[in-house]
């Protein structure tokens, strides 16, 4: 059973980077699969970030495009969010997602339990 | 404001019936690209409840039941019951992955 688990320091400062790290384990991230960043300010809706597949490829939320890197270690079977120049509106629950096909869009069926990241001072 | 609106709130009684409304435009739903929802329980992260406009992952109960018409998409659950209490998503396509608001469900 795949199982993902995000790490990452908690606080971030403002203009800052925010890096966060998600582990797969029970499955190989090189399976035929997309995997993604969603977030969730507190008390808000679901944010797609981006995602990846293990090629490298990597698409990304229009919104955050100019912001956000994310990149894939095979070796260590995990991949990776950077998002730079952080304000306090980047303070969110982090989830990693596994992607699976499910007919024209894809979904995500697998989470991670989440990260909360606060930006501040 | 997501492309995918979804009532705030909605409420049932235990037992009742309620349905969730997933409203998109021809750009995404309207444009063939199915639709998921998630429920998320307080405290916890998402999990997929209804794939593909109509389809229940393994565990899901019956109850749980959704479909799509033209540039909308529904979830209906039956039997409410108070363990359902929770936020449910919609989530599509439109140019990148996207999600609906989400709607609260509170079961009285």
């Known amino acids: 059973q795949v199982q993902l688990q995000e790490s990452g320091p908690g606080l971030v400062k403002p203009s800052g980077t925010l890096s966060l790290t998600c582990a797969v384990s029970g499955g190989s991230i090189s399976s035929s699969n997309w995997w993604s960043w969603v977030r969730q300010p507190p008390g808000k809706g679901l944010e797609w970030i981006g995602e990846?597949?293990?090629?490298?490829?990597?698409n990304y939320n229009p919104s955050l495009k100019s912001r956000v890197t994310i990149s894939v270690d095979k070796s260590k079977n995990q991949f990776s969010l950077k998002l730079s120049s952080v304000t306090a509106a980047d303070t969110a629950v982090y989830y990693c997602a596994r992607e699976t096909a499910a007919g024209t869009v894809l979904a995500f069926d697998i989470w991670g339990q989440g990260t909360m990241v606060t930006v501040s001072s | 404001q997501s492309v995918l609106t979804q009532p705030p709130s909605v409420s049932g009684a235990p037992g009742q019936r309620v349905t969730i409304s997933c409203t998109g435009s021809?750009?995404?739903?309207?444009?063939?690209?199915?639709v998921h929802w998630y429920q998320q329980l307080p405290g916890t992260a998402p999990k997929l409840l209804i794939y593909?406009?109509?389809n229940r992952p393994s565990g899901v109960p019956d109850r749980f039941s959704g479909s799509k018409s033209g540039t909308s998409a529904s979830l209906a659950i039956t039997g409410l019951q108070a363990e359902d209490e929770a936020d449910y998503y919609c989530q599509s396509y439109d140019s990148s992955l996207v999600f609906g608001g989400g709607t609260k469900l509170t079961v009285l």
């Open positions: 021809s750009s995404n739903i309207g444009a063939g690209y199915d």
């Open positions: 990846i597949y293990h090629s490298g490829s990597t």
């Open positions: 593909g406009n109509s």
